[in-house]
């Protein structure tokens, strides 16, 4: 079966403009993450859903940050207006939904900004 | 603030060698704590977890180590091989994940 999987792979972006990164997550998998990982760092939470609802954006770095998840799937992370200390790796994770069910991620998008 | 702490923040071992990995947590709240192994250009995935009721897991080359009064826990990769060259994360789980810094491993052939 198919694992989480993320596009674009990579994406650079002038400063100043807006990004979109997909997430497709497993099939079934009630709960999707996502994590900003900067270079030579551990992963750090930004945002959960389950189902469609988003339950926890306190890890969003500013309202420049927006995530949805409309129809309980596939989850799109949008950037606004990127800054230079935007430029990470941006992974996805999902899961079975119970709270320690492993969280299976995807290969992220490295965003560079110019 | 950073909830659990991980150390060395590098290593390098030679093939048949023991890696030693160490981390430290404060809330006593968590209660599964995985390991996740990481290639360049990879996401991370998961290697091993334990929970606390349990003092040492197997599986394999890689067994934990955790020490509940202390609050650490350690992986240990016995027999390295260059193919565990790789970033290793320890984390603590409360539905998301807080990670450590991290720790690359090279094994040397």
């Known amino acids: 079966g198919a694992g989480v999987s993320q596009s674009p792979r990579y994406k650079v972006a002038k400063r100043g403009q807006d990004v979109a990164l997909r997430c497709d997550p497993i099939s079934g998998h009630v709960s999707l993450f996502w994590y900003q990982q900067a270079l030579g760092q551990g992963p750090e939470f930004l945002t959960y859903f389950q189902n469609e609802a988003q339950l926890d954006k306190s890890g969003l770095p500013s309202d420049r940050f927006f995530a949805e998840r409309p129809e309980g799937s596939v989850s799109t992370l949008k950037i606004q207006r990127t800054q230079q200390e935007d430029s990470a790796v941006y992974l996805c994770a999902s899961s079975l939904g119970d709270k320690n069910n492993e969280q299976f991620f995807g290969p992220g998008t490295r965003l560079t900004v110019l | 603030q950073q909830q659990v702490k991980q150390s060395p923040q590098s290593l390098i071992v030679q093939k048949g060698g023991i ?8 809330n006593t709240a968590f209660d599964y ?3 996740y ?7 991370p995935a ?3 977890a334990i929970r606390p009721d349990v003092s040492e897991k197997k599986e394999g080359r890689f067994t934990i180590s955790f020490n509940k009064s202390a609050k650490q ?9 260059p193919g565990d060259s790789a970033t290793y994360f320890c984390a603590v789980n409360d539905y998301k994940l807080s990670f450590g810094a991290g720790t690359t491993v090279t094994v040397r052939a």
């Open chain 2, 37 to 43: 192994q990481q290639f360049p250009g990879k996401g």
């Open chain 2, 19 to 26: 890696s030693i990995i160490n981390c430290a947590y404060e």
């Open chain 2, 46 to 48: 998961l290697l091993i």
């Open chain 2, 33 to 35: 704590f995985p390991w």
């Open chain 2, 73 to 81: 826990f350690s992986l240990h990769i016995m027999d390295s091989q």
